[in-house]
């Protein structure tokens, strides 16, 4: 962890979850020679699928290139959703209507199951059903956005209503937006307590976890799987990959269909609870409807704001992405204006080019990864069932089974064209929000 000054103050560059969290427990410093399943990263989805294959006997473990957690799971906002970004309109028409309610279902039972996994596991990680508001940009983006919680409530059967904008103080301390959806399912956790429950788990299931362990080639053989990494060579019958957006050359058929994207979060200090109130009178996390999406909550004890998104085309370093966060959230919320922010961080999430999660088996590699930047309830899910798939039960059967996995000519990991990208959508966002505030 380093301190980084932010307008002049102290501001730590690292995941505020993380002032609150166990140390490690002590871990093994080598790995294993000879497994029965290794996994190659130490997030949700690795360790979701080592808790299940070593609960069912087999000798497991999972090797991280930093420490256990580093990547997204111990650095994200915490904020619990479907996961499923393609409406099942758009489903609809690639895969037709059976397979797209079966894709979409898999967002809903996601959602739910973690909400049973969590207490059923006594894990304490602040899980609460919060729900979310889910904010309009403009007028425009609102009339969409009821008419999708009607639909979404009529033909998925997903708890959604519409709060329009002159009763949105009940739910939001803002007058930006022009009304809003409420997701009563949606929940909220502290990411790094999961993370720590999960490890916890997994040790008890006897998963061997070695972090500062690189995976640096997989090759297959007749007998299964050798591995070189950076503390030595393993033999493996199964093959475990969990690296979403850190996801590199070591898998490059993967590496062409993951597109790692910097997300930025900061916290602020704390703050009267009194103003926490009015800013999150329910207590939901919250998100809205612009293109490059903001994120936010109260934190679990209701004392600080923490807010998220991404505020450059290019990735920037926290010293430079915490101002540019603060600045936009005092423009939603400029009640903040007077606070200092503490932590300033981010992680690389993996988008996919038809923003899908995507899990299967490549040359006898299981993988699930391409999250798009909500994989707290998928990537749990995901890693769970593929642990259940190399015991060989049916459960790990997932929709997103045999899916083709798209990417791109010419495409090899480094994503060239998303400064471009964000800068046109940023843009947008920025000019759809100026006239719909002149307009109202
Ligand atoms: C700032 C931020 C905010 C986010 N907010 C939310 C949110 O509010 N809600 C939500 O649902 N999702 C959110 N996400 C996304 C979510 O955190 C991720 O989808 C999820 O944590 C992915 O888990 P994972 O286990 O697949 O990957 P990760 O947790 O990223 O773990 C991958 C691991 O693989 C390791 N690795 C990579 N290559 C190798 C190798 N060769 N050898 C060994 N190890 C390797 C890395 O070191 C890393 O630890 C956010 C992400 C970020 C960065």
Redesign the pocket.
């Known amino acids: 962890m380093a301190v980084i000054e932010v307008f002049g103050k102290e501001c730590k560059d690292s995941s505020f979850w993380l002032d609150d969290v166990p140390a490690l427990p002590e871990l093994p410093s080598v790995p294993l020679e000879d497994v029965d399943v290794a996994i190659?990263?130490?997030?949700?989805?690795?360790?979701h699928a080592a808790i299940e294959t070593a609960r069912a006997g087999r000798k497991t473990m999972v090797?991280?290139?930093?420490e256990?957690?580093?990547?997204?799971?111990?650095?994200?906002?915490?904020?619990?959703?479907t996961?499923i970004k393609p409406s099942l309109e758009k489903l609809t028409a690639k895969y037709g209507a059976t397979r797209a309610r079966a894709i979409r279902k898999e967002g809903e039972a996601a959602l739910e199951w973690i909400g049973d996994f969590v207490p059923s596991e006594g894990l304490e990680c602040d899980f609460l059903r919060s729900g979310r508001y889910h904010a309009a940009h403009t007028p425009a983006h609102y009339e969409e956005i009821a008419r999708g919680a009607e639909t979404l409530s009529r033909a998925e059967g997903i708890e959604a209503f519409a709060v329009p904008r002159h009763e949105q103080r009940s739910e939001l301390g803002s007058d930006t937006y022009h009304g809003g959806v409420v997701f009563p399912r949606h929940a909220s956790i502290n990411?790094a307590k999961y993370?720590r429950g999960l490890l916890t788990l997994a040790q008890l299931a006897g998963v061997h976890v070695v972090g500062h362990?690189?995976?640096?080639v997989i090759k297959r053989d007749a007998v299964g799987f050798l591995l070189s990494?950076a503390k030595g060579q393993v033999r493996a019958r199964d093959v475990i990959v969990?690296?979403?957006?850190?996801?590199?050359g070591?898998?490059p058929w993967l590496q062409r269909r993951v597109i790692p994207i910097?997300?930025?979060?900061i916290a602020t200090e704390p703050l009267p609870k009194a103003l926490v109130c009015e800013l999150f009178p329910t207590s939901r996390?919250a998100s809205d409807t612009r293109k490059v999406v903001y994120?936010y909550r109260p934190s679990p004890d209701g004392t600080r704001v923490l807010f998220?998104g991404r505020v450059s085309a290019n990735e920037a370093d926290t010293a430079i992405s915490g101002p540019k966060l603060f600045a936009d959230m005092c423009q939603i919320f400029p009640q903040l204006a007077p606070y200092a922010i503490t932590h300033s961080?981010?992680?690389?999430?993996?988008y996919t080019f038809d923003e899908l999660a995507h899990t299967g088996v490549h040359e006898g590699v299981h993988y699930?990864?391409g999250?798009?930047?909500?994989?707290?309830?998928?990537?749990s899910y995901l890693?769970k069932r593929m642990g259940q798939k190399v015991l060989g039960r049916p459960e790990g059967t997932t929709a997103f089974d045999g899916l083709t996995h798209p990417t791109r000519p010419f495409y090899t990991g480094n994503p060239w064209f998303l400064p471009a990208t964000v800068a046109w959508y940023r843009r947008q966002d920025r000019i759809e929000s100026e006239r719909a505030a002149a307009s109202s």
């Not at 090797?63 to 930093?66: C, I, T």
């Not at 969990?242 to 590199?248: D, P």
């Not at 961080?345 to 993996?350: D, K, N, R």
């Open positions: 190659v990263g130490s997030g949700y989805t690795g360790m090797l991280d290139a930093q256990p957690g580093w990547g997204c799971s111990t650095r994200n906002g915490g904020q619990i959703s996961s990411p993370h362990c690189a995976v640096t990494t969990a690296t979403n957006g850190y996801t590199g070591v898998t910097g997300s930025y979060v996390i994120y998220g961080w981010s992680g690389q999430v993996a699930a990864m999250y798009c930047g909500a994989g707290v309830s998928m990537a890693g």
